[in-house]
């Protein structure tokens, strides 16, 4: 968090610092110069009202950390092979269960869609 608004701070340094360079009407760089500067500004200020928000900031890191978890459970499993092949396991031991055929047809379906 304290990164965030540490870059905050050094974004509106640098936008502050622009105004103080000499802009001439005539230079071709007039106009780059002023759009870097109203950039960095409300790009500043975006991160400051998006980020002080702190249970949407909460919200935002806790999904961010759900998905690494899927990730890693995913790449455990072995990917999508891997779960077929457990569902399958599953399935021999108990093949009336309607639920693990669901599952294994939409396995089969995301394998069909990614080749």
């Known amino acids: 968090m304290y990164t965030l608004y540490g870059l905050f701070i050094l ?4 936008a502050f ?3 103080f360079l000499p ?17 960095m500004i409300a790009f500043s200020f ?3 009202l998006f980020f002080n928000n702190t249970l949407a900031l909460a919200q935002w890191i806790n999904h961010g950390q759900q998905h690494y978890e899927l990730l ?3 790449n455990q499993l ?15 031991q108990n093949p009336s269960d ?7 047809k939409k ?6 869609q990614q080749t």
């Open 11 to 14: 974004l509106l340094i640098g």
């Open 17 to 19: 610092c622009l105004l």
């Open 23 to 39: 802009i001439r009407v005539n230079s071709p760089y007039h106009y780059r110069n002023s759009l870097v500067l109203f950039g």
């Open 46 to 48: 975006s991160i400051y």
């Open 72 to 74: 890693v459970e995913y």
């Open 78 to 92: 072995g990917g999508i092979d891997g779960m077929i092949a457990k569902i399958k396991q599953k399935l021999s």
């Open 98 to 104: 309607e639920q693990g055929q669901m599952i294994l």
């Open 107 to 112: 396995l089969y379906h995301l394998r069909h």
